[in-house]
T-cell receptor
Framework: DVKVTQSSRYLVKRTGEKVFLECVQDMDHENMFWYRQDPGLGLRLIYFSYDVKMKEKGDIPEGYSVSREKKERFSLILESASTNQTSMYLC?????????????????FGAGSRLTVL | AQKITQTQPGMFVQEKEAVTLDCTYDTSDQSYGLFWYKQPSSGEMIFLIYQGSYDEQNATEGRYSLNFQKARKSTNLVISASQLGDSAMYFCAMREFYAGGTSYGKLTFGQGTILTVHP
C-alpha cells in the first residue's frame, strides 16, 4: 500500500560527494516536493515540481538541485555534500493545482531519508 | 517573518485527558488552508485534519478537532481522550492560494510540538 517511496532510509556520505535522493509516487500526482526537517525548524521546502521537467525553488534551495524526467519520479541532488546538509529529507506528492475552497488536497509523504554527511 | 508559529516545543498530557496544541499563522491572503500532521517516532507524516479559511464550522475528525479563530489567526488542535499512541510530533501547516485562486499545493510548516501522553 506504499504510495510515496524514498529509495534510501539512511545514508552516510562524505563531504564533497555527490548525493542522489530518489522519490517515486504511484498515485499519478502532478505535484511533488522535497522538504528537509531539522529539530526546532520544522519542515522547510527545498524544491517542488508541478509537472514533468518543471521545477520551482522553495525556501532553501541553495546547495540543492532537482530532476523530474518522469511524472512519478522526483530526484533531489546534492552536487557537493556538506556537513550542514546532514538532515532528514522528506518527499511528498499531491494532486494538481486546486482552487481555493476545493478541499484539502493533502500532501502524501514518504518515510524520509536520513542523510549524514561526515 | 514566521508564517506558522507553534510556541509549545513540548506538551505533556495524562492518558484519557484532552490536550490543546497551539498554532498561529500569518498571511495576507483571504483564501488559505490549514493542516495538522502527526509524526510518530517512526518518522512518517500522517495527515490528521484540514480547515479551509472559508469553512464556517470548525473541522472535526474523530478525536481531533480544530479551534479555528480566523480573526486571531489561530488554529489550535484539540485531541480528546488522549491515548498512548498519540505520543508524537505534531505539525501545523498552511497552504496559501495565490492571485487567481490556484495553488501549487506547497505547505509551509511550523516548528512542531512534541506531545507525550503519560499512562
Amino acid at each position: 500500500d506504499v504510495k510515496v517511496t524514498q529509495s534510501s532510509r539512511y545514508l552516510v556520505k562524505r563531504t564533497g560527494e555527490k548525493v542522489f535522493l530518489e522519490c517515486v509516487q504511484d498515485m499519478d500526482h502532478e505535484n511533488m516536493f522535497w522538504y528537509r526537517q531539522d529539530p526546532g525548524l520544522g519542515l522547510r521546502l527545498i524544491y517542488f515540481s508541478y509537472d514533468v521537467k518543471m521545477k520551482e525553488k522553495g525556501d532553501i534551495p541553495e546547495g540543492y538541485s532537482v530532476s523530474r524526467e518522469k511524472k512519478e519520479r522526483f530526484s533531489l541532488i546534492l552536487e557537493s555534500a556538506s556537513t550542514n546538509q546532514t538532515s532528514m529529507y522528506l518527499c511528498a506528492s499531491s494532486s494538481a493545482n486546486r482552487t481555493a475552497g476545493s478541499g484539502a488536497n493533502v500532501l502524501t509523504f514518504g518515510a524520509g531519508s536520513r542523510l549524514t554527511v561526515l | 517573518a514566521q508564517k506558522i508559529t507553534q510556541t509549545q516545543p513540548g506538551m505533556f498530557v495524562q492518558e484519557k485527558e484532552a490536550v490543546t496544541l497551539d498554532c498561529t499563522y500569518d498571511t495576507s491572503d483571504q483564501s488559505y488552508g490549514l493542516f495538522w500532521y502527526k509524526q510518530p517516532s517512526s518518522g512518517e507524516m500522517i495527515f490528521l485534519i484540514y480547515q479551509g479559511s472559508y469553512d464556517e464550522q470548525n473541522a472535526t475528525e474523530g478525536r481531533y478537532s480544530l479551534n479555528f479563530q480566523k480573526a486571531r489567526k489561530s488554529t489550535n488542535l484539540v485531541i480528546s481522550a488522549s491515548q498512548l499512541g498519540d505520543s508524537a510530533m505534531y505539525f501545523c501547516a498552511m497552504r496559501e492560494f495565490y492571485a487567481g485562486g490556484t495553488s501549487y499545493g506547497k505547505l509551509t510548516f511550523g516548528q512542531g510540538t512534541i506531545l507525550t501522553v503519560h499512562p
